[in-house]
């Protein structure tokens, strides 16, 4: 699942599958850093061990991978009530109702 938190910073969201057992979270952690992503203040924290992770998923934090920042000029679909189409870096975005 995609988590994207207030400074349109993109995160991966990998919490489930960490809650599947030892086998899984390893194929995950083996070729990515992970970080507990706070649900409230979106702060986040780099996860260095088991018990981090174990620590984080029973506070209740999101348990993340880096994606990255969206384009500087994005806007969140609330502002594209009163357009049919966007430029942004170079690419024209339309809402998906408008296409036939």
């Keep these: 699942m995609i988590h994207i938190t207030q400074d349109h910073f ?6 489930e599958q960490m809650k599947q057992g030892q086998k899984k979270r390893e194929e995950v ?3 990515n ?3 507990a992503v706070d649900q409230e203040d979106e702060s986040e924290s780099l996860l260095e061990s088991n018990d981090e992770i174990d620590e984080a998923l029973k506070l209740g ?3 993340c ?3 990255g920042h969206l384009p500087k ?22 809402k998906i109702a ?3």
């Design 10 to 15: 993109v995160w991966l969201d990998v919490t």
């Design 29 to 31: 952690w083996l070729s």
């Design 33 to 35: 850093e992970l970080f």
């Design 61 to 63: 934090m999101r348990v």
């Design 65 to 67: 991978i880096e994606g």
């Design 73 to 94: 000029k994005y806007h969140p679909k609330k502002t594209w009530k009163d357009t049919d189409k966007e430029l942004i870096n170079g690419y024209w975005y339309v």
């Design 98 to 100: 408008d296409i036939n």
